[in-house]
């Protein structure tokens, strides 16, 4: 029998096996090793020092529960330490864990390896629970708080705080095909086939489709997959960027690319590369060039979603990193391609440097690690950065309902905790921009209303009459802030539905002895309130 492709990749879990690898899902949801499972196991302190790469609570933890033969957990704790802690684990009590698979099981997959006392985890093996519930393993390469020394260069990722973040930014509408661009261990393509007919995934590494094709046929039942004709519903294709899909069209595109800026060595080799996050090229260029090329495989009214790095140039003119930072971003998008980029982090060449380079362990090798900074500051000294955002960029290729145009476009820094998932937020946005254009100037003959967890704030010096500042806040969505005229504050206060923005206008006007352009003004505030959610159009889907 033939062998599927990137079922028997060297170095990474075998997959060609569907009927052993669903009694291994069996084996361990039978053995407690779901999300709740070990956050019960392990405490909340341990558990959530473990999100942070730090074992030692947890071995406190279960170090007692291995020595007594009888302690009941005593073999969740054996997986736990083996797939999760990467250390040694006593084979009998995972026997005991995951019968009838044994062991040898464990190391015919090439998931485990035996050593004296027991046996060790070849790879990272962990529970994770998709936001609709579904309970998934996903295996990756062990990360560099489980094993020694510095991180492989065709590490294969596995499940991140990026991955988590673009999943929570995805739209998560029905689609007919989606594309995962730079898989890795598969994370996006398996919450996309929850709400996509078909998905394609790729990436340059054998490796990492290796490890998305076993997660795929572990978890198939899950899933909602045939493992053996995982092609009705998966392609799996190596190529780099948008190669393997040229031609192609997808209604949704997510990608979480190997952004990471990384100096340039001359005669560098693709095997020097930490594939997991270096795209090769210098700078920010592949972000540069994958938001500029995604319209080509989208459809029209698809979405792409992703994560990117882009440098902020130092000004001639002493321009601040904060005020500039979107002009690069800005150049990338290709016109008519609606593009909504929010910059989360602005950091400087020095703590992106020293970011990255924990990142792989580069610190466990001191010399190396010197060497290392000093070219990420001479790479960044011969471009002229001072700065660089970190954020995500939703762009929208325009059905054919919206006439061509130049495309609508969006940058903003937001550094502050926004809600999660974030993509119904987003998506809520984009409708309220297309009410806006829509209705061009006629908007005004709508009702609105103010949203619940919109709070007004008002700042006033003792014994003064007015406020010196009005505020309005949200409590949920981009969590916004926004400082009101007093004008507009008086609007809002009057928008609970009954009265037309138009109507609510005219009342103002006449109250207030309007005769010049103070209306037209005011209009435009509000329909910058309308734009950011601050009001809604009362009994319109445009609100959530
Ligand atoms: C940051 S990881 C993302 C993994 C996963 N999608 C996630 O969300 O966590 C980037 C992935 O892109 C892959 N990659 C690197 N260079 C690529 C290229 N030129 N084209 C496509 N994928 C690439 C890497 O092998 C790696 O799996």
């Known amino acids: 029998m033939t062998v599927p492709a990137f079922a028997r990749v060297p170095g990474v879990p075998a997959s060609d096996d569907a009927a052993l690898l669903a009694r291994l899902a069996a084996a361990l949801r039978r053995s407690g090793f779901t999300h709740d499972g070990v956050a019960r196991l392990l405490g909340p302190g341990a558990t959530s020092a473990l999100e942070r790469d730090q074992a030692v609570p947890a071995l406190r933890v279960l170090e007692p529960v291995l020595a007594d033969e009888a302690a009941p957990g005593r073999g969740l704790a054996a997986v736990v330490v083996l797939f999760l802690l990467g250390?040694?684990?006593?084979?009998?009590?995972?026997?005991?864990?995951?019968?009838?698979?044994?062991?040898?099981?464990?190391?015919?997959?090439?998931?485990?390896?035996?050593?004296?006392?027991?046996?060790?985890?070849?790879?990272?093996?962990?529970?994770?629970?998709?936001?609709?519930?579904?309970?998934?393993?996903?295996?990756?390469?062990?990360?560099?708080?489980?094993?020694?020394?510095?991180?492989?260069?065709?590490?294969?990722?596995?499940?991140?705080?990026?991955?988590?973040?673009?999943?929570?930014?995805?739209?998560?509408?029905?689609?007919?095909?989606?594309?995962?661009?730079?898989?890795?261990?598969?994370?996006?393509?398996?919450?996309?086939?929850?709400?996509?007919?078909?998905?394609?995934?790729?990436?340059?590494?054998?490796?990492?489709?290796?490890?998305?094709?076993?997660?795929?046929?572990?978890?198939?039942?899950?899933?909602?997959?045939?493992?053996?004709?995982?092609?009705?519903?998966?392609?799996?294709?190596?190529?780099?960027?948008?190669?393997?899909?040229?031609?192609?069209?997808?209604?949704?595109?997510?990608?979480?690319?190997?952004?990471?800026?990384?100096?340039?060595?001359?005669?560098?080799t693709a095997e020097q590369r930490w594939t997991y996050r270096d795209g090769g090229l210098p700078g920010d260029r592949l972000v540069a060039d994958l938001v500029g090329a995604l319209p080509q495989v989208m459809a029209p009214g698809a979405t792409a979603h992703l994560l990117g790095n882009w440098e902020v140039p130092r000004s001639g003119d002493g321009t601040p990193a904060a005020d500039r930072w979107a002009e690069r971003p800005a150049a990338w998008v290709a016109p008519g391609t609606d593009a909504w980029v929010i910059q989360r982090e602005l950091v400087s060449p020095e703590e992106y440097a020293e970011t990255w380079l924990r990142d792989a362990a580069e610190s466990r090798d001191p010399e190396g690690y010197e060497r290392a900074y000093r070219d990420y500051l001479d790479d960044f000294a011969a471009r002229g950065v001072e700065a660089v955002g970190f954020g995500m960029v939703r762009l929208r290729r325009p059905g054919p309902e919206r006439p061509a145009g130049e495309g609508r476009r969006r940058f903003e820094h937001l550094p502050h905790p926004v809600q999660q998932p974030l993509a119904p937020v987003l998506a809520a946005a984009e409708r309220r921009a297309d009410w806006l254009e829509d209705r061009a100037g006629d908007w005004t003959g709508a009702h609105l209303v103010v949203p619940e967890d919109v709070t007004e704030e008002r700042h006033q010096r003792p014994g003064a009459e007015h406020p010196g500042v009005i505020l309005l806040r949200q409590g949920a969505g981009l969590r916004r802030t926004v400082v009101l005229t007093s004008e507009a504050a008086g609007l809002v206060g009057a928008c609970d539905g009954e009265l037309s923005t138009a109507q609510v206008l005219a009342a103002l006007a006449g109250l207030l002895g309007w005769t010049g352009d103070e209306a037209q003004r005011l209009t435009e505030e509000v329909r910058a309130l309308v734009r950011d959610g601050f009001l809604v159009p009362a009994q319109d889907g445009t609100a959530g």
């Open 87 to 268: 250390r040694t684990a006593p084979a009998a009590a995972l026997a005991q864990a995951l019968a009838p698979l044994g062991p040898a099981e464990l190391v015919g997959l090439g998931l485990a390896e035996t050593v004296p006392g027991g046996l060790r985890a070849l790879v990272d093996l962990r529970p994770h629970a998709a936001d609709d519930g579904t309970e998934l393993w996903v295996a990756s390469d062990l990360g560099a708080s489980q094993r020694p020394g510095v991180l492989r260069r065709d590490h294969v990722l596995g499940i991140g705080q990026a991955s988590l973040t673009l999943a929570q930014t995805t739209d998560r509408r029905a689609v007919d095909r989606a594309l995962d661009l730079g898989t890795g261990c598969g994370i996006q393509t398996f919450h996309l086939l929850a709400h996509a007919r078909h998905v394609t995934a790729t990436d340059v590494s054998d490796r990492a489709l290796g490890f998305t094709r076993f997660n795929l046929v572990l978890n198939a039942a899950a899933l909602d997959l045939d493992p053996e004709r995982l092609e009705d519903r998966v392609d799996l294709c190596r190529g780099s960027l948008l190669e393997p899909v040229a031609g192609e069209r997808f209604d949704l595109v997510v990608s979480n690319p190997p952004f990471v800026i990384t100096p340039r060595r001359p005669g560098e």
